[in-house]
């Protein structure tokens, strides 16, 4: 019987909760149908050296599968996806599509809508970020509206759900501090469709459940 | 017979020569031995419908190998170190370890990197820009220390050189305009290794060659 485990955080500040990355992994788990246990760490526990032998940036989640060891939640999800046709078809070309649009989520859309959420929520009160916004948004306008003229009519980026689906919804919650994904209808009818799924409400509210066991 | 094609840039500002992301593809198709063409576009025409049609945000490279088409420098990179052991191992551990390093290098380095490198190469002359790059350094710098003490004193990531490194150092190569890497003398001395591969020396040579033939 294989023994999966996740790091998490046992809390972070609510501008946090329901975007800290183990998400996507208990996400995956939950389409998949795997069991988890949870390792629940304190945030400065984060540092330790034994967390950091594992995690070299640290961070969360660390995934274990018995002896494998894997940090970056998009390979934990590309990982979970190869052993599960919930997450990605056994069809070589529409493997290669899915792991194309998952590295997409994470390196051409994540990285602009990171540097919006930070000045937003870590620097609102410098000048410079104040200066740097209006610029920071128009970039992540830009990159939603191809976006949106990829997605066009269809459910989801592939024939069917996929992890890629989970990962770039995963990216989208970032803006959720703002009313970006509103001026989109195609991306926020897609993000709602996603989010409707039961695993990832299971997901959300196993988050959310280790957030508020260990509610300072 | 295998064909395998690769969108370029037919020519770039130097600022951009020699880091513009068809060399990562060119850079993986040289160290497997695999042949390929070169579709070169001039930089507006990632604007017209037919290409972006294969790359929804109108960037290079775009990846051909038959009926397959793939975007996303990271993914394409994947799926080459599928088909040859000279950029990843057959075994599945490591293979999920090259598979981790890859997306580590994308979204847990590149990112920090890419705002420093925006700040300077766009808005060097704003002042939102001037005062915000201490922070954007001080952050790189973090990041660069974990990873220095995660490679501590070995030759490569993994075992051997793989396609974890050519991502790796083709995200380093984007500080060239500073001096950062000087103050990591393993990254600097990891960054020469990897950069000495002959496979990397004849990837580069054909961007540059690239460029030069269409100088304007």
């Not at 999966?4 to 998400?23: E, H, I, T």
Request: glycine share 2%; hydrophobic share 45%.
């Amino acid at each position: 019987m294989t023994v999966r485990r996740v790091s998490a955080y046992k809390w972070v500040p609510p501008f946090a909760q329901g975007l800290v990355r183990d998400l996507r992994v208990r996400w995956a788990l939950e389409e998949a149908g795997f069991a988890y246990e949870v390792d629940a760490i304190a945030h400065p526990d984060r540092l330790a050296p034994d967390y950091v032998a594992k995690q070299p940036f640290a961070q969360v989640p660390v995934y274990e599968e018995d002896d494998l060891v894997l940090f970056e939640s998009g390979a934990i999800v590309l990982h979970l996806a190869r052993q599960s046709t919930m997450l990605m078809p056994s069809d070589p070309t529409e493997q290669a599509h899915v792991t194309m649009w998952i590295f997409a989520a994470l390196n051409s859309i994540e990285p602009c809508i990171s540097v919006l959420a930070e000045l937003d929520l870590f620097h609102a009160e410098q000048n410079w970020a104040r200066e740097q916004r209006p610029l920071a948004e128009e970039t992540v306008k830009a990159r939603l509206q191809q976006l949106a003229d990829a997605l066009a009519d269809r459910d989801y980026l592939l024939k069917q759900f996929s992890a890629a689906d989970l990962m770039l919804v995963s990216v989208l919650r970032i803006l959720r501090h703002t009313n970006i994904l509103a001026g989109f209808s195609t991306l926020t009818a897609y993000q709602n469709r996603v989010e409707s799924r039961p695993a990832f409400k299971r997901a959300l509210e196993a988050q959310m459940n280790t957030f508020a066991a260990y509610e300072p």
